[in-house]
T-cell receptor, first 113, second 115 residues
Protein backbone atom coordinates (compact mmCIF):
# COMPACT_ATOMS: atom_id res chain seq x y z
CA UNK A 1 0.00 0.00 0.00
CA UNK A 2 1.13 3.53 -0.66
CA UNK A 3 2.25 5.87 2.12
CA UNK A 4 4.15 9.08 2.77
CA UNK A 5 6.53 10.08 5.52
CA UNK A 6 7.13 13.69 6.43
CA UNK A 7 10.48 14.27 8.07
CA UNK A 8 10.25 16.80 10.86
CA UNK A 9 7.01 17.55 12.64
CA UNK A 10 8.14 21.14 13.25
CA UNK A 11 10.24 23.41 11.07
CA UNK A 12 11.20 26.95 12.05
CA UNK A 13 12.69 29.48 9.64
CA UNK A 14 13.35 33.18 9.65
CA UNK A 15 11.37 35.49 7.41
CA UNK A 16 13.08 35.64 4.03
CA UNK A 17 14.89 32.33 4.49
CA UNK A 18 14.49 29.22 2.36
CA UNK A 19 11.64 26.89 3.28
CA UNK A 20 12.25 23.15 2.82
CA UNK A 21 9.65 20.63 3.94
CA UNK A 22 10.53 17.01 3.35
CA UNK A 23 8.28 14.24 2.09
CA UNK A 24 9.22 10.70 1.08
CA UNK A 25 6.76 8.30 -0.45
CA UNK A 26 6.39 4.56 -0.70
CA UNK A 27 4.43 3.06 -3.55
CA UNK A 28 4.68 -0.06 -5.68
CA UNK A 29 3.16 1.75 -8.64
CA UNK A 30 3.71 5.27 -10.00
CA UNK A 31 2.19 7.68 -7.49
CA UNK A 32 0.32 10.92 -7.68
CA UNK A 33 1.61 13.29 -5.01
CA UNK A 34 0.06 16.32 -3.38
CA UNK A 35 0.95 19.06 -0.93
CA UNK A 36 -1.79 20.67 1.12
CA UNK A 37 -1.66 23.57 3.58
CA UNK A 38 -3.92 23.97 6.60
CA UNK A 39 -4.31 27.28 8.40
CA UNK A 40 -5.81 27.33 11.91
CA UNK A 41 -9.54 26.63 11.95
CA UNK A 42 -9.62 26.16 8.19
CA UNK A 43 -9.84 23.25 5.82
CA UNK A 44 -6.95 21.93 3.77
CA UNK A 45 -6.04 23.84 0.64
CA UNK A 46 -4.15 22.34 -2.28
CA UNK A 47 -0.73 23.91 -2.86
CA UNK A 48 0.38 21.74 -5.78
CA UNK A 49 0.24 18.24 -7.23
CA UNK A 50 2.40 15.90 -9.25
CA UNK A 51 0.48 13.97 -11.89
CA UNK A 52 3.36 12.33 -13.83
CA UNK A 53 3.85 15.23 -16.24
CA UNK A 54 6.64 17.64 -15.31
CA UNK A 55 8.78 16.56 -12.35
CA UNK A 56 9.14 20.15 -11.13
CA UNK A 57 5.75 21.37 -10.05
CA UNK A 58 4.93 24.98 -9.30
CA UNK A 59 2.10 25.80 -6.97
CA UNK A 60 0.40 28.71 -5.33
CA UNK A 61 2.02 31.27 -3.04
CA UNK A 62 5.47 30.74 -4.55
CA UNK A 63 5.83 27.10 -3.50
CA UNK A 64 7.23 24.38 -5.70
CA UNK A 65 8.14 20.72 -5.35
CA UNK A 66 10.27 18.31 -7.33
CA UNK A 67 9.43 14.65 -7.87
CA UNK A 68 12.57 12.53 -7.61
CA UNK A 69 11.90 8.90 -8.35
CA UNK A 70 15.43 7.78 -7.49
CA UNK A 71 15.07 9.27 -4.01
CA UNK A 72 11.31 8.55 -3.65
CA UNK A 73 10.95 12.15 -2.55
CA UNK A 74 8.64 15.09 -3.18
CA UNK A 75 10.06 17.90 -1.06
CA UNK A 76 8.31 21.27 -0.88
CA UNK A 77 10.35 24.46 -1.17
CA UNK A 78 9.92 28.20 -1.23
CA UNK A 79 12.88 30.55 -1.79
CA UNK A 80 11.83 33.19 0.72
CA UNK A 81 9.53 32.59 3.68
CA UNK A 82 6.80 35.05 4.56
CA UNK A 83 5.06 35.38 7.89
CA UNK A 84 1.81 34.32 6.23
CA UNK A 85 3.35 30.94 5.36
CA UNK A 86 3.08 29.82 8.99
CA UNK A 87 0.72 26.85 8.90
CA UNK A 88 0.55 23.05 8.89
CA UNK A 89 1.66 21.35 5.68
CA UNK A 90 0.62 17.88 4.60
CA UNK A 91 2.06 15.65 1.91
CA UNK A 92 -0.29 13.06 0.41
CA UNK A 93 -0.12 10.20 -2.07
CA UNK A 94 -2.66 8.49 -4.26
CA UNK A 95 -2.33 5.82 -6.94
CA UNK A 96 -4.10 5.06 -10.21
CA UNK A 97 -7.47 3.46 -9.49
CA UNK A 98 -6.83 4.02 -5.80
CA UNK A 99 -9.82 5.06 -3.79
CA UNK A 100 -8.17 6.83 -0.91
CA UNK A 101 -5.55 9.49 -0.45
CA UNK A 102 -2.93 8.78 2.21
CA UNK A 103 -1.65 11.77 4.16
CA UNK A 104 1.54 12.24 6.11
CA UNK A 105 1.48 13.33 9.74
CA UNK A 106 2.12 16.94 8.79
CA UNK A 107 4.85 19.52 9.36
CA UNK A 108 4.14 22.68 11.29
CA UNK A 109 6.01 25.62 9.80
CA UNK A 110 6.86 28.56 12.05
CA UNK A 111 8.22 31.77 10.53
CA UNK A 112 10.21 34.04 12.84
CA UNK A 113 10.39 37.80 12.19
CA UNK B 1 -18.66 28.62 -5.89
CA UNK B 2 -19.22 28.88 -2.17
CA UNK B 3 -16.88 26.08 -1.17
CA UNK B 4 -17.48 22.98 0.92
CA UNK B 5 -19.42 23.68 4.09
CA UNK B 6 -19.79 21.55 7.20
CA UNK B 7 -22.19 21.76 10.08
CA UNK B 8 -21.77 22.00 12.99
CA UNK B 9 -18.25 23.35 13.33
CA UNK B 10 -17.99 22.08 16.89
CA UNK B 11 -19.85 19.36 18.75
CA UNK B 12 -19.44 18.35 22.38
CA UNK B 13 -21.27 15.23 23.45
CA UNK B 14 -21.28 12.71 26.24
CA UNK B 15 -20.06 9.18 25.75
CA UNK B 16 -22.82 6.93 24.48
CA UNK B 17 -24.74 9.63 22.65
CA UNK B 18 -25.35 9.67 18.92
CA UNK B 19 -24.12 12.53 16.76
CA UNK B 20 -24.69 13.50 13.14
CA UNK B 21 -22.61 15.78 10.97
CA UNK B 22 -23.55 17.33 7.66
CA UNK B 23 -21.41 18.18 4.65
CA UNK B 24 -22.51 20.28 1.69
CA UNK B 25 -20.09 19.84 -1.21
CA UNK B 26 -19.43 22.30 -3.98
CA UNK B 27 -22.40 22.31 -6.31
CA UNK B 28 -22.27 19.59 -9.01
CA UNK B 29 -19.24 17.89 -7.53
CA UNK B 30 -19.59 14.17 -8.17
CA UNK B 31 -17.43 12.73 -5.43
CA UNK B 32 -17.61 13.39 -1.72
CA UNK B 33 -15.05 12.15 0.81
CA UNK B 34 -15.03 11.88 4.59
CA UNK B 35 -11.80 11.96 6.59
CA UNK B 36 -10.93 11.91 10.27
CA UNK B 37 -8.04 13.92 11.66
CA UNK B 38 -6.71 13.47 15.18
CA UNK B 39 -4.30 15.82 16.91
CA UNK B 40 -0.86 15.74 15.41
CA UNK B 41 -1.85 13.52 12.53
CA UNK B 42 -2.84 13.93 8.94
CA UNK B 43 -6.34 13.20 7.73
CA UNK B 44 -7.30 9.52 7.49
CA UNK B 45 -9.70 8.36 4.81
CA UNK B 46 -13.04 7.04 6.07
CA UNK B 47 -15.32 6.68 3.05
CA UNK B 48 -16.36 8.25 -0.20
CA UNK B 49 -19.39 8.61 -2.46
CA UNK B 50 -19.73 8.90 -6.17
CA UNK B 51 -23.03 10.68 -6.56
CA UNK B 52 -25.31 8.79 -4.15
CA UNK B 53 -23.38 5.51 -4.16
CA UNK B 54 -21.00 4.75 -1.31
CA UNK B 55 -18.08 3.09 -3.10
CA UNK B 56 -15.44 2.51 -0.48
CA UNK B 57 -15.22 2.29 3.27
CA UNK B 58 -12.06 2.22 5.34
CA UNK B 59 -11.59 -0.37 8.06
CA UNK B 60 -11.50 2.68 10.36
CA UNK B 61 -15.24 3.01 9.78
CA UNK B 62 -16.62 0.74 12.48
CA UNK B 63 -20.22 -0.47 12.63
CA UNK B 64 -21.06 2.54 14.79
CA UNK B 65 -20.36 4.84 11.85
CA UNK B 66 -22.72 5.29 8.96
CA UNK B 67 -22.67 7.75 6.09
CA UNK B 68 -25.27 8.66 3.51
CA UNK B 69 -25.52 10.90 0.51
CA UNK B 70 -29.17 10.92 -0.53
CA UNK B 71 -29.80 12.32 -4.00
CA UNK B 72 -26.10 12.78 -4.53
CA UNK B 73 -25.97 16.22 -2.93
CA UNK B 74 -25.21 16.74 0.76
CA UNK B 75 -23.90 13.96 2.95
CA UNK B 76 -24.33 13.02 6.59
CA UNK B 77 -22.00 11.10 8.86
CA UNK B 78 -23.56 9.56 11.96
CA UNK B 79 -21.70 8.10 14.89
CA UNK B 80 -23.74 5.97 17.24
CA UNK B 81 -22.85 5.30 20.88
CA UNK B 82 -19.91 7.69 20.77
CA UNK B 83 -16.68 6.78 22.56
CA UNK B 84 -13.90 9.04 23.78
CA UNK B 85 -11.70 7.69 21.01
CA UNK B 86 -14.07 9.22 18.48
CA UNK B 87 -12.90 12.70 19.48
CA UNK B 88 -11.36 14.17 16.35
CA UNK B 89 -11.84 16.61 13.52
CA UNK B 90 -14.10 15.20 10.82
CA UNK B 91 -13.32 16.62 7.39
CA UNK B 92 -15.34 16.51 4.22
CA UNK B 93 -13.98 17.05 0.72
CA UNK B 94 -15.43 17.01 -2.77
CA UNK B 95 -14.14 16.72 -6.33
CA UNK B 96 -15.76 17.64 -9.59
CA UNK B 97 -14.42 14.77 -11.65
CA UNK B 98 -13.60 11.12 -11.14
CA UNK B 99 -9.85 11.11 -11.76
CA UNK B 100 -7.39 10.32 -8.99
CA UNK B 101 -5.60 13.57 -9.78
CA UNK B 102 -8.66 15.77 -9.38
CA UNK B 103 -8.27 18.39 -6.69
CA UNK B 104 -10.10 17.63 -3.46
CA UNK B 105 -11.67 20.74 -1.95
CA UNK B 106 -11.93 20.50 1.80
CA UNK B 107 -14.45 21.95 4.19
CA UNK B 108 -13.45 23.55 7.51
CA UNK B 109 -14.29 20.40 9.45
CA UNK B 110 -16.42 19.47 12.43
CA UNK B 111 -14.51 19.13 15.69
CA UNK B 112 -16.05 16.43 17.89
CA UNK B 113 -15.28 16.20 21.59
CA UNK B 114 -16.64 13.19 23.46
CA UNK B 115 -16.64 13.62 27.23
Amino acid sequence: AQSVTQLGSHVSVSEGALVLLRCNYSSSVPPYLFWYVQYPNQGLQLLLKYTSAATLVKGINGFEAEFKKSETSFHLTKPSAHMSDAAEYFCAVRILLGDDMRFGAGTRLTVKP
Amino acid sequence: DTGVSQDPRHKITKRGQNVTFRCDPISEHNRLYWYRQTLGQGPEFLTYFQNEAQLEKSRLLSDRFSAERPKGSFSTLEIQRTEQGDSAMYLCASTQGLAETDTQYFGPGTRLTVL
